[in-house]
């Protein structure tokens, strides 16, 4: 019980903190610096934690493709390329319900602080004559924001889960990908399939304007694609992926006339706030270490009846809970996978998928509260078609996980 003592109060100093609304990255801190003074107190520690934090590659990595998804999103919001994109699709498909889930699904592929309040608005325009309840609306715009939380290699959490737990990145997105395609289907059938509405919302643009916004949605999936497919066929590195994904948008918007501001997109990804939260995690995952509780975490699971994946499933769910951003359940939970078998896709996977459910049911997850807020719906009548997506698919992954573990 000795690690486990000072690891509760940790994460309940996390937890108090961000329902102070508190930075995820001060949080962090905070509990790293209380786990510091009950198992070390050393000062030294924290130097160490710190220059190892800053020497080591996976950190500049990480940093680095997040600021190229930042100017990726400024590059294709600033260029009118994604309103283009949701002109083209409306015209594309007549069905009401494949926009409804298509349209916050495709923009969950460009992750941004507080993004479902871009899909949001989207949702509520494509909904706007229907008799739906508002909680139903912030179901979907909140749901299927997140389907690809599991394989696409611009989202943050999936960067740092394969940096951290030391997985191909190639190979986590293809031990996962089917969880997006499963989450689609069960949001379908929960949320959209019961849906009455009219299939008259195609677009009447012709001619330039409709070559123009084809181009657009060309141009908004390019970047997505051209990832991926660096990512997982070529095994090139997040960061090195996406800058040149990015360098190559630049020219492309300029040459399809499109105009982007090179200042506006290199000063308006420096997104501090989320590169210091991020720093932030890096260094409490090494002072985990450096201090000698992530040791003594893993030899405490090791000796515990419960088999490993268990274990793992359970302190994923409930860390993504306790924090509501896959930043935060990766940050912790993946040390301790790496630290058990470095290279584990099977404990990497599950971590993955019990994380994201956690943070999928939590006020701490900023879509939600923004969500919420934007359609003005109660919580836990948003949260309750939520739960029943979650408890689905974390169902149908466990026994699928058992049979291939076994």
Same mark, same amino acid.
């Given at each position: 019980m000795g690690v486990f003592l000072p690891l509760t109060a940790a994460f309940l100093l996390i937890v108090l903190l961000l329902r102070k609304h508190v930075?995820?990255?001060?949080?962090?801190?905070?509990?790293?610096?209380?786990?510091?003074?009950?198992?070390s107190g050393d000062f030294s520690a924290l130097f160490v934690a710190m220059k190892e934090t800053l020497s080591l590659p996976r950190t500049y990595d990480i940093l680095l493709a997040l600021y190229f998804v930042m100017c990726l999103e400024i590059e294709l919001r600033?260029?009118?390329?994604?309103?283009?994109?949701?002109?083209?699709?409306?015209?594309?498909?007549?069905?009401?319900?494949?926009?409804?889930?298509?349209?916050?699904?495709f923009l969950?592929?460009?992750?941004?602080?507080g993004g479902a309040r871009f899909s949001a608005p989207i949702v509520d325009e494509l909904s706007a004559d229907i008799p739906m309840p508002q909680e139903h609306k912030a179901a979907i715009n909140f749901w299927f924001r997140h389907i690809f939380e599991?394989?696409?290699?611009?989202?943050?959490?999936?960067?740092?889960?394969?940096?951290?737990?030391?997985?191909?990145?190639? *190979?986590? #997105?293809?031990?996962?990908?089917?969880?997006?395609?499963?989450?689609?289907?069960?949001?379908?059938?929960?949320?959209?399939?019961? #849906?009455?509405?009219?299939? /008259?919302?195609?677009?009447?643009? *012709?001619?330039?304007?409709?070559?123009? /916004?084809?181009?657009?949605?060309?141009?908004?999936?390019?970047?997505?694609?051209?990832?991926? #497919?660096?990512?997982?066929?070529l095994d090139m590195n997040a960061s090195l992926a996406m800058g040149a994904v990015t360098f190559v948008l630049f020219f492309v918007l300029r040459a399809t006339?499109?105009?982007?501001?090179?200042?506006d997109t290199v000063v308006g990804a420096l997104d501090k706030k989320m590169l210091l939260n991020v720093l932030c995690i890096l260094y409490f995952i090494q002072i985990l270490t450096v201090?000698?509780?992530?040791? /003594?975490?893993?030899?405490?699971?090791?000796?515990?009846?419960?088999?490993?994946?268990?274990?793992?499933?359970?302190?994923?769910?409930?860390?993504?809970?306790?924090?509501?951003m896959s930043q935060g359940h990766v940050a912790i939970v993946m040390p301790i996978v790496a630290a058990m078998g470095t290279g584990n896709l099977d404990l990497a996977g599950v971590a993955m998928a019990f994380g994201v459910a956690g943070q999928m049911l939590t006020p701490t997850h900023m879509?939600?509260?923004?969500?919420?807020?934007?359609?003005?719906?109660?919580? #836990?009548?948003?949260?309750?078609p939520v739960l029943l997506g979650e408890i689905i698919l974390l169902t149908i992954f466990s026994i699928y996980t058992w049979f291939t573990m076994a």
């Open positions: 930075p995820i990255g001060a949080c962090m801190l905070a509990g790293g610096l209380l786990l510091w003074a009950a198992k600033m260029s009118g390329t994604l309103s283009g994109m949701v002109n083209a699709l409306r015209r594309v498909f007549s069905s009401a319900k494949a926009l409804l889930a298509l349209m916050p699904a969950g592929l460009l992750p941004s602080l599991f394989s696409s290699p611009i989202i943050p959490g999936m960067i740092m889960a394969c940096n951290i737990a030391g997985v191909p990145f190639s *190979e986590f #997105l293809k031990h996962l990908s089917w969880l997006t395609i499963l989450a689609f289907s069960v949001g379908w059938i929960i949320l959209i399939r019961p #849906l009455r509405l009219p299939d /008259e919302l195609k677009s009447k643009a *012709e001619g330039a304007q409709k070559k123009r /916004e084809t181009m657009d949605l060309i141009l908004a999936l390019a970047p997505v694609v051209s990832t991926f #497919l660096l990512v997982v066929f006339d499109r105009f982007v501001a090179v200042r201090t000698g509780i992530l040791p /003594e975490i893993v030899a405490a699971f090791q000796a515990s009846p419960l088999p490993v994946p268990v274990i793992i499933a359970c302190v994923s769910f409930i860390i993504g809970v306790l924090t509501g879509c939600l509260v923004v969500t919420v807020d934007y359609f003005r719906s109660n919580f #836990l009548g948003t949260l309750r």
